[in-house]
Protein backbone atom coordinates (compact mmCIF):
# COMPACT_ATOMS: atom_id res chain seq x y z
CA UNK A 1 0.00 0.00 0.00
CA UNK A 2 1.18 3.33 -0.76
CA UNK A 3 2.27 5.45 1.99
CA UNK A 4 0.88 8.22 0.75
CA UNK A 5 -2.68 6.68 1.52
CA UNK A 6 -1.40 6.59 5.52
CA UNK A 7 -0.09 9.81 5.12
CA UNK A 8 -3.57 11.20 4.42
CA UNK A 9 -5.61 9.25 6.59
CA UNK A 10 -2.75 10.57 9.64
CA UNK A 11 -3.66 14.42 8.53
CA UNK A 12 -7.44 13.28 8.30
CA UNK A 13 -7.67 12.16 12.19
CA UNK A 14 -11.32 13.48 12.16
CA UNK A 15 -12.07 11.54 9.29
CA UNK A 16 -15.74 9.29 10.10
CA UNK A 17 -15.68 10.43 13.73
CA UNK A 18 -19.52 10.79 15.40
CA UNK A 19 -19.82 14.40 15.66
CA UNK A 20 -20.09 14.62 19.25
CA UNK A 21 -18.64 17.85 21.35
CA UNK A 22 -17.68 16.89 24.86
CA UNK A 23 -18.18 19.82 27.48
CA UNK A 24 -15.69 21.39 29.40
CA UNK A 25 -16.66 18.73 32.66
CA UNK A 26 -16.33 16.32 30.48
CA UNK A 27 -13.03 17.11 28.96
CA UNK A 28 -12.20 17.31 32.56
CA UNK A 29 -13.39 14.11 33.61
CA UNK A 30 -11.61 12.23 30.57
CA UNK A 31 -8.12 14.41 32.01
CA UNK A 32 -8.42 13.10 35.37
CA UNK A 33 -9.75 9.54 33.97
CA UNK A 34 -6.78 8.88 31.49
CA UNK A 35 -4.33 10.38 34.38
CA UNK A 36 -5.91 7.96 36.82
CA UNK A 37 -5.33 4.96 34.90
CA UNK A 38 -2.11 5.33 33.29
CA UNK A 39 -0.97 5.80 37.26
CA UNK A 40 -1.34 1.66 36.82
CA UNK A 41 1.11 1.33 34.38
CA UNK A 42 4.10 3.76 36.53
CA UNK A 43 3.26 1.90 40.14
CA UNK A 44 2.49 -1.56 38.87
CA UNK A 45 5.58 -2.14 36.89
CA UNK A 46 9.18 -3.56 37.72
CA UNK A 47 10.82 -0.72 36.29
CA UNK A 48 14.07 -2.74 36.01
CA UNK A 49 12.78 -5.09 33.51
CA UNK A 50 9.80 -3.01 31.77
CA UNK A 51 7.30 -5.92 33.77
CA UNK A 52 3.54 -4.59 34.32
CA UNK A 53 1.38 -6.69 36.98
CA UNK A 54 -1.26 -8.75 35.70
CA UNK A 55 -3.74 -7.13 38.46
CA UNK A 56 -3.13 -4.90 41.38
CA UNK A 57 -2.54 -7.15 43.79
CA UNK A 58 0.28 -7.39 45.92
CA UNK A 59 1.54 -10.92 44.53
CA UNK A 60 0.52 -10.66 41.11
CA UNK A 61 2.57 -11.93 38.01
CA UNK A 62 3.16 -10.10 34.89
CA UNK A 63 0.90 -10.14 31.69
CA UNK A 64 3.00 -9.81 28.90
CA UNK A 65 -0.10 -8.17 27.39
CA UNK A 66 -0.08 -5.81 29.68
CA UNK A 67 3.02 -4.68 28.83
CA UNK A 68 3.04 -4.17 25.09
CA UNK A 69 -0.28 -1.30 27.14
CA UNK A 70 1.95 0.14 29.20
CA UNK A 71 4.69 1.07 26.20
CA UNK A 72 2.13 3.18 24.65
CA UNK A 73 0.86 4.08 28.18
CA UNK A 74 4.44 5.56 29.11
CA UNK A 75 4.92 7.11 25.97
CA UNK A 76 1.08 8.98 26.50
CA UNK A 77 2.34 10.08 30.03
CA UNK A 78 5.40 11.37 28.05
CA UNK A 79 3.08 13.50 25.66
CA UNK A 80 1.20 14.80 28.56
CA UNK A 81 3.86 15.76 30.63
CA UNK A 82 2.78 13.03 33.42
CA UNK A 83 6.56 12.04 33.10
CA UNK A 84 9.65 12.93 30.93
CA UNK A 85 10.45 11.53 27.76
CA UNK A 86 13.60 10.56 29.19
CA UNK A 87 11.91 8.23 31.72
CA UNK A 88 9.23 6.68 29.25
CA UNK A 89 11.94 5.97 27.10
CA UNK A 90 14.15 4.61 29.59
CA UNK A 91 11.22 2.33 30.66
CA UNK A 92 11.17 1.11 27.48
CA UNK A 93 14.88 0.18 26.87
CA UNK A 94 14.89 -1.79 30.03
CA UNK A 95 12.27 -3.82 28.93
CA UNK A 96 13.77 -4.29 25.22
CA UNK A 97 17.05 -5.27 26.35
CA UNK A 98 15.05 -7.79 28.68
CA UNK A 99 12.84 -9.19 26.20
CA UNK A 100 16.13 -9.24 23.54
CA UNK A 101 18.21 -11.25 25.90
CA UNK A 102 15.57 -13.42 27.74
CA UNK A 103 15.62 -17.26 27.46
CA UNK A 104 14.29 -18.35 24.05
CA UNK A 105 13.90 -21.61 24.48
CA UNK A 106 12.13 -25.10 24.80
CA UNK A 107 12.41 -25.23 28.72
CA UNK A 108 9.04 -24.95 30.83
CA UNK A 109 10.76 -21.89 32.69
CA UNK A 110 12.04 -19.86 29.64
CA UNK A 111 10.49 -16.56 29.11
CA UNK A 112 9.97 -17.38 25.33
CA UNK A 113 10.40 -19.60 22.43
CA UNK A 114 10.62 -18.65 18.47
CA UNK A 115 9.91 -15.10 19.32
CA UNK A 116 6.68 -16.37 21.55
CA UNK A 117 6.63 -15.09 24.92
CA UNK A 118 4.55 -16.99 27.50
CA UNK A 119 1.12 -15.49 28.63
CA UNK A 120 2.60 -14.93 32.15
CA UNK A 121 5.87 -14.31 33.95
CA UNK A 122 7.52 -13.86 36.77
CA UNK A 123 7.76 -9.84 37.79
CA UNK A 124 11.03 -10.21 38.88
CA UNK A 125 12.88 -12.87 36.51
CA UNK A 126 10.25 -12.56 33.71
CA UNK A 127 10.30 -16.56 33.77
CA UNK A 128 7.33 -18.23 32.71
CA UNK A 129 4.43 -18.40 35.86
CA UNK A 130 1.25 -21.04 36.46
CA UNK A 131 2.16 -23.66 33.68
CA UNK A 132 0.68 -20.92 31.08
CA UNK A 133 1.20 -21.56 27.67
CA UNK A 134 2.95 -19.41 25.14
CA UNK A 135 0.63 -16.92 23.74
CA UNK A 136 0.69 -15.95 20.40
CA UNK A 137 -2.24 -13.15 20.99
CA UNK A 138 -0.57 -11.95 24.20
CA UNK A 139 2.95 -11.88 22.42
CA UNK A 140 1.38 -10.03 19.23
CA UNK A 141 -0.38 -7.07 22.13
CA UNK A 142 3.66 -7.16 23.22
CA UNK A 143 4.94 -6.23 19.78
CA UNK A 144 2.30 -3.86 19.35
CA UNK A 145 3.74 -1.60 22.02
CA UNK A 146 7.34 -2.40 20.89
CA UNK A 147 6.45 -1.25 17.36
CA UNK A 148 4.80 1.53 18.44
CA UNK A 149 7.52 2.65 20.53
CA UNK A 150 9.80 2.50 17.44
CA UNK A 151 8.10 5.22 15.48
CA UNK A 152 7.38 6.81 18.38
CA UNK A 153 11.15 6.97 19.86
CA UNK A 154 12.54 8.79 16.36
CA UNK A 155 15.25 11.10 18.47
CA UNK A 156 19.43 10.60 17.30
CA UNK A 157 19.93 9.72 20.78
CA UNK A 158 21.66 6.64 21.92
CA UNK A 159 18.70 5.57 23.71
CA UNK A 160 16.17 6.07 21.08
CA UNK A 161 18.22 4.52 18.43
CA UNK A 162 18.96 1.34 21.14
CA UNK A 163 14.70 0.78 21.16
CA UNK A 164 14.56 0.85 17.13
CA UNK A 165 17.32 -1.66 16.62
CA UNK A 166 16.40 -4.03 19.37
CA UNK A 167 12.78 -3.30 18.34
CA UNK A 168 13.59 -4.83 15.18
CA UNK A 169 15.24 -7.40 16.20
CA UNK A 170 12.12 -8.33 18.38
CA UNK A 171 9.93 -8.04 15.34
CA UNK A 172 12.12 -10.43 13.34
CA UNK A 173 12.48 -13.02 15.63
CA UNK A 174 8.67 -14.00 16.14
CA UNK A 175 8.52 -17.06 13.89
CA UNK A 176 4.73 -17.11 12.39
CA UNK A 177 5.21 -19.67 10.32
CA UNK A 178 6.53 -22.11 12.96
CA UNK A 179 3.06 -21.02 14.96
CA UNK A 180 0.44 -22.13 11.49
CA UNK A 181 -1.10 -25.07 12.47
CA UNK A 182 -1.98 -26.72 8.85
CA UNK A 183 -5.22 -28.78 10.49
CA UNK A 184 -7.24 -27.58 13.17
CA UNK A 185 -9.97 -28.55 15.25
CA UNK A 186 -12.74 -26.74 13.13
CA UNK A 187 -12.99 -28.19 9.98
CA UNK A 188 -12.45 -26.54 7.07
CA UNK A 189 -10.19 -24.35 8.44
CA UNK A 190 -6.51 -24.67 7.66
CA UNK A 191 -3.57 -22.86 8.17
CA UNK A 192 -4.98 -20.96 10.91
CA UNK A 193 -2.22 -19.08 13.52
CA UNK A 194 -2.38 -21.57 16.90
CA UNK A 195 -3.48 -20.18 19.69
CA UNK A 196 -0.91 -21.19 21.78
CA UNK A 197 2.05 -23.70 22.93
CA UNK A 198 3.11 -25.65 25.89
CA UNK A 199 6.35 -27.24 26.30
CA UNK A 200 6.31 -31.43 26.07
CA UNK A 201 3.15 -31.19 24.44
CA UNK A 202 3.40 -28.55 21.30
CA UNK A 203 1.05 -26.19 19.16
CA UNK A 204 -2.25 -26.21 20.39
CA UNK A 205 -4.97 -27.85 17.87
CA UNK A 206 -7.07 -24.54 17.87
CA UNK A 207 -6.02 -21.31 16.05
CA UNK A 208 -7.46 -17.70 16.00
CA UNK A 209 -10.41 -17.43 13.50
CA UNK A 210 -13.75 -15.97 13.24
CA UNK A 211 -13.44 -12.34 13.89
CA UNK A 212 -12.13 -11.77 17.75
CA UNK A 213 -9.42 -9.41 18.88
CA UNK A 214 -6.80 -11.17 16.77
CA UNK A 215 -7.24 -9.19 13.73
CA UNK A 216 -3.90 -7.38 14.51
CA UNK A 217 -2.14 -10.25 15.09
CA UNK A 218 -2.85 -11.68 11.53
CA UNK A 219 -2.11 -7.86 9.52
CA UNK A 220 1.18 -8.02 12.31
CA UNK A 221 2.15 -12.00 10.79
CA UNK A 222 1.70 -10.85 7.03
CA UNK A 223 3.78 -7.90 7.39
CA UNK A 224 7.25 -9.77 8.66
CA UNK A 225 7.15 -13.64 7.64
CA UNK A 226 4.07 -15.54 7.23
CA UNK A 227 4.37 -17.57 4.28
CA UNK A 228 1.46 -17.63 2.65
CA UNK A 229 -0.82 -14.70 4.72
CA UNK A 230 -3.57 -14.65 2.38
CA UNK A 231 -4.96 -18.38 2.90
CA UNK A 232 -4.67 -18.08 6.58
CA UNK A 233 -6.47 -14.55 6.26
CA UNK A 234 -9.33 -16.41 4.31
CA UNK A 235 -9.65 -19.05 6.85
CA UNK A 236 -10.18 -16.39 9.32
CA UNK A 237 -12.74 -14.59 7.85
CA UNK A 238 -14.15 -17.39 6.89
CA UNK A 239 -15.15 -17.84 10.68
CA UNK A 240 -17.26 -14.37 10.66
CA UNK A 241 -20.64 -13.88 11.70
CA UNK A 242 -22.65 -11.66 10.32
CA UNK A 243 -26.23 -10.54 12.66
CA UNK A 244 -28.45 -7.56 13.67
CA UNK A 245 -29.77 -7.71 16.39
CA UNK A 246 -31.74 -4.24 16.97
CA UNK A 247 -31.97 -2.34 13.52
CA UNK A 248 -29.41 -0.59 11.37
CA UNK A 249 -26.78 -2.16 14.01
CA UNK A 250 -25.75 -5.19 12.06
CA UNK A 251 -22.27 -6.00 12.04
CA UNK A 252 -19.96 -8.94 12.35
CA UNK A 253 -20.40 -10.14 16.02
CA UNK A 254 -18.06 -10.90 18.96
CA UNK A 255 -19.99 -10.42 22.00
CA UNK A 256 -17.23 -9.46 24.21
CA UNK A 257 -16.67 -5.80 23.60
CA UNK A 258 -12.56 -6.18 24.07
CA UNK A 259 -12.48 -8.05 20.20
CA UNK A 260 -13.78 -4.38 19.25
CA UNK A 261 -11.05 -2.69 20.97
CA UNK A 262 -7.95 -4.21 20.89
CA UNK A 263 -6.78 -4.00 17.52
CA UNK A 264 -8.77 -0.71 16.64
CA UNK A 265 -5.96 0.61 19.39
CA UNK A 266 -3.22 0.56 17.26
CA UNK A 267 -4.90 0.22 13.65
CA UNK A 268 -7.00 3.10 12.19
CA UNK A 269 -9.42 1.43 10.61
CA UNK A 270 -11.45 4.06 9.59
CA UNK A 271 -11.83 4.02 6.00
CA UNK A 272 -9.68 1.06 5.46
CA UNK A 273 -11.51 -2.03 4.45
CA UNK A 274 -10.84 -5.36 3.30
CA UNK A 275 -12.61 -7.73 1.36
CA UNK A 276 -15.30 -8.38 3.79
CA UNK A 277 -16.32 -5.66 4.82
CA UNK A 278 -15.63 -3.54 1.36
CA UNK A 279 -18.83 -6.43 0.66
CA UNK A 280 -20.63 -5.08 3.79
CA UNK A 281 -20.24 -1.53 3.00
CA UNK A 282 -18.45 -0.80 6.30
CA UNK A 283 -14.96 -0.46 7.99
CA UNK A 284 -14.24 -2.17 11.06
CA UNK A 285 -14.37 1.03 12.71
CA UNK A 286 -18.47 1.50 11.84
CA UNK A 287 -18.24 -2.39 12.94
CA UNK A 288 -16.87 -1.60 16.73
CA UNK A 289 -19.18 1.05 16.59
CA UNK A 290 -22.62 -0.74 16.18
CA UNK A 291 -21.16 -3.75 18.24
CA UNK A 292 -20.90 -0.97 20.72
CA UNK A 293 -24.10 0.63 20.78
CA UNK A 294 -25.46 -2.98 20.67
CA UNK A 295 -23.88 -3.86 23.44
CA UNK A 296 -25.74 -0.35 24.96
CA UNK A 297 -29.15 -2.00 23.52
CA UNK A 298 -28.57 -4.87 24.87
CA UNK A 299 -28.33 -3.50 28.50
CA UNK A 300 -30.85 -0.61 28.22
CA UNK A 301 -33.74 -3.63 26.95
CA UNK A 302 -32.18 -5.57 30.24
CA UNK A 303 -33.72 -8.96 29.23
CA UNK A 304 -32.70 -10.56 32.70
CA UNK A 305 -33.78 -8.06 34.63
CA UNK A 306 -30.30 -7.10 36.20
CA UNK A 307 -30.24 -4.08 38.60
CA UNK A 308 -28.64 -1.01 37.57
CA UNK A 309 -28.82 -1.07 33.63
CA UNK A 310 -29.68 1.29 31.38
CA UNK A 311 -28.95 4.00 29.19
CA UNK A 312 -25.76 4.95 31.43
CA UNK A 313 -25.00 2.33 32.99
CA UNK A 314 -23.76 -0.83 30.68
CA UNK A 315 -20.58 -2.12 28.92
CA UNK A 316 -20.53 -6.17 29.03
CA UNK A 317 -16.78 -7.13 28.13
CA UNK A 318 -14.27 -9.83 29.80
CA UNK A 319 -13.84 -8.56 33.36
CA UNK A 320 -13.90 -9.76 36.90
CA UNK A 321 -16.91 -10.74 38.58
CA UNK A 322 -18.75 -11.58 42.42
CA UNK A 323 -18.25 -15.36 42.08
CA UNK A 324 -20.40 -17.81 43.23
CA UNK A 325 -20.22 -17.14 46.61
CA UNK A 326 -22.97 -14.23 45.91
CA UNK A 327 -24.92 -16.75 44.16
CA UNK A 328 -28.76 -16.51 45.20
CA UNK A 329 -31.46 -19.31 44.52
CA UNK A 330 -31.21 -19.47 41.09
CA UNK A 331 -29.34 -16.61 39.69
CA UNK A 332 -25.61 -17.64 39.44
CA UNK A 333 -22.49 -15.13 39.36
CA UNK A 334 -19.56 -16.17 37.78
CA UNK A 335 -15.52 -14.66 38.51
CA UNK A 336 -13.48 -13.71 35.90
CA UNK A 337 -15.17 -14.40 32.19
CA UNK A 338 -15.28 -13.79 29.08
CA UNK A 339 -18.54 -11.56 29.33
CA UNK A 340 -20.10 -10.21 26.63
CA UNK A 341 -23.39 -9.73 24.41
CA UNK A 342 -24.00 -8.81 20.91
CA UNK A 343 -27.76 -9.10 21.08
CA UNK A 344 -30.08 -11.23 23.35
CA UNK A 345 -29.11 -14.38 21.45
CA UNK A 346 -25.44 -13.94 21.82
CA UNK A 347 -24.37 -13.99 25.13
CA UNK A 348 -21.99 -15.18 26.84
CA UNK A 349 -21.49 -15.54 31.23
CA UNK A 350 -23.67 -12.24 31.27
CA UNK A 351 -24.45 -11.91 34.69
CA UNK A 352 -25.16 -8.54 35.80
CA UNK A 353 -21.95 -7.09 35.73
CA UNK A 354 -20.38 -4.04 34.37
CA UNK A 355 -17.08 -3.12 33.40
CA UNK A 356 -16.21 0.12 32.99
CA UNK A 357 -13.45 -0.61 30.29
CA UNK A 358 -16.19 -1.72 27.70
CA UNK A 359 -17.13 2.07 27.67
CA UNK A 360 -13.88 3.40 28.01
CA UNK A 361 -12.12 1.33 25.60
CA UNK A 362 -14.93 2.58 22.85
CA UNK A 363 -14.65 5.98 23.25
CA UNK A 364 -13.59 7.15 19.73
CA UNK A 365 -16.15 4.84 18.08
CA UNK A 366 -19.45 6.39 20.10
CA UNK A 367 -18.18 9.34 22.28
CA UNK A 368 -21.54 10.88 22.40
CA UNK A 369 -23.06 7.55 24.74
CA UNK A 370 -19.55 6.55 26.09
CA UNK A 371 -18.31 9.58 28.09
CA UNK A 372 -21.87 10.07 29.28
CA UNK A 373 -22.02 6.79 30.33
CA UNK A 374 -18.37 7.00 32.12
CA UNK A 375 -19.49 9.88 33.85
CA UNK A 376 -22.60 8.27 34.72
CA UNK A 377 -20.86 5.64 36.70
CA UNK A 378 -18.62 7.98 38.51
CA UNK A 379 -21.08 10.61 40.04
CA UNK A 380 -23.50 7.59 40.92
CA UNK A 381 -21.11 4.66 41.98
CA UNK A 382 -17.89 6.31 42.36
CA UNK A 383 -17.89 6.65 46.19
CA UNK A 384 -19.68 3.40 46.61
CA UNK A 385 -16.64 1.84 45.89
CA UNK A 386 -16.19 1.76 41.93
CA UNK A 387 -13.85 4.77 41.81
CA UNK A 388 -10.30 4.46 43.81
CA UNK A 389 -6.51 5.48 42.91
CA UNK A 390 -6.26 3.94 39.79
CA UNK A 391 -9.98 5.49 38.29
CA UNK A 392 -12.07 3.11 38.04
CA UNK A 393 -11.89 -0.33 39.43
CA UNK A 394 -12.35 -3.42 36.88
CA UNK A 395 -16.12 -4.25 37.60
CA UNK A 396 -19.17 -4.02 39.79
CA UNK A 397 -22.46 -5.88 39.40
CA UNK A 398 -25.64 -3.99 41.26
CA UNK A 399 -27.59 -7.08 41.67
CA UNK A 400 -24.74 -8.64 43.70
CA UNK A 401 -24.64 -5.63 45.55
CA UNK A 402 -20.58 -6.12 44.91
CA UNK A 403 -17.71 -3.85 43.70
CA UNK A 404 -14.27 -5.20 42.65
CA UNK A 405 -11.08 -4.35 44.91
CA UNK A 406 -8.50 -5.22 41.97
CA UNK A 407 -7.58 -2.88 38.77
CA UNK A 408 -6.28 -5.21 35.70
CA UNK A 409 -3.74 -4.01 33.29
CA UNK A 410 -5.55 -5.41 30.68
CA UNK A 411 -8.70 -3.41 30.90
CA UNK A 412 -7.11 -0.48 32.23
CA UNK A 413 -5.00 0.52 28.75
CA UNK A 414 -7.69 0.60 26.68
CA UNK A 415 -8.84 3.18 28.95
CA UNK A 416 -5.30 5.08 28.25
CA UNK A 417 -5.19 4.30 25.05
CA UNK A 418 -8.43 4.62 23.40
CA UNK A 419 -9.05 8.19 25.50
CA UNK A 420 -5.80 9.65 23.42
CA UNK A 421 -6.92 8.43 20.50
CA UNK A 422 -10.12 9.84 20.68
CA UNK A 423 -8.46 13.76 21.75
CA UNK A 424 -5.40 13.34 19.50
CA UNK A 425 -4.88 10.07 17.70
CA UNK A 426 -1.64 9.64 18.94
CA UNK A 427 -1.37 6.58 19.00
CA UNK A 428 -2.84 5.82 15.72
CA UNK A 429 -0.58 8.37 14.10
CA UNK A 430 2.54 6.54 14.96
CA UNK A 431 0.97 2.62 14.47
CA UNK A 432 0.36 3.75 10.96
CA UNK A 433 3.64 4.88 9.99
CA UNK A 434 4.82 1.40 10.87
CA UNK A 435 6.04 0.14 7.82
CA UNK A 436 5.34 -3.71 9.26
CA UNK A 437 1.80 -2.87 9.65
CA UNK A 438 1.45 -1.04 6.08
CA UNK A 439 3.11 -4.49 4.52
CA UNK A 440 0.62 -6.30 6.50
CA UNK A 441 -2.34 -4.20 5.74
CA UNK A 442 -1.39 -4.55 1.87
CA UNK A 443 -0.79 -7.84 1.89
CA UNK A 444 -4.33 -8.98 3.23
CA UNK A 445 -6.06 -6.79 0.69
CA UNK A 446 -6.89 -3.48 2.65
CA UNK A 447 -7.54 -0.88 0.56
CA UNK A 448 -9.14 2.89 1.11
CA UNK A 449 -12.60 2.67 0.57
CA UNK A 450 -15.57 5.80 0.42
Sequence with gaps: MKKTLFLSLILCIQFAFPQYVPTKEEEAFLDTLQYRSFLYFINEINPDIGMVKDRST??????????GWGVVAWAIGAEHNWITREKAAELTLNLVKFLYNSEQSTSPDATGYN??????????????????????????????????????????????????????????????????????????????????????????????????????????????????????????????????????LAHVIFPPLFGHQYSEMFIDFRGLADKYMREKGIDYFENSRRATLTNREYCIQNPKGWVGYDSLSWGISACDGPGNKFNKDDIEFFGYAGRGASGPDNVIAEDGTITPTAAGGSIPFAPEVCIPTLMNMY?????????????????????????????????????????????????WKYAMKDPVIEKGLEKLGFIKVD
Design 58 to 67: EKSVASIAAV
Design 115 to 248: GFYYHFVNMQTGKREWNCELSTIDTAWLIAGVRFAMQYYDKDNEVEKEIRELGDKLTNRVDWNWAVIEKTKYEGHEKLISMGYKPGKGLGEYGWFGYTEALYLYILAAGTNLKDPIKSYNSWLSGYEWKESYKG
Design 379 to 427: EKFGDKGLWDKYGFVDAFNLTAGWYDKDYLGLDQGPIVIMIENYRTGLV
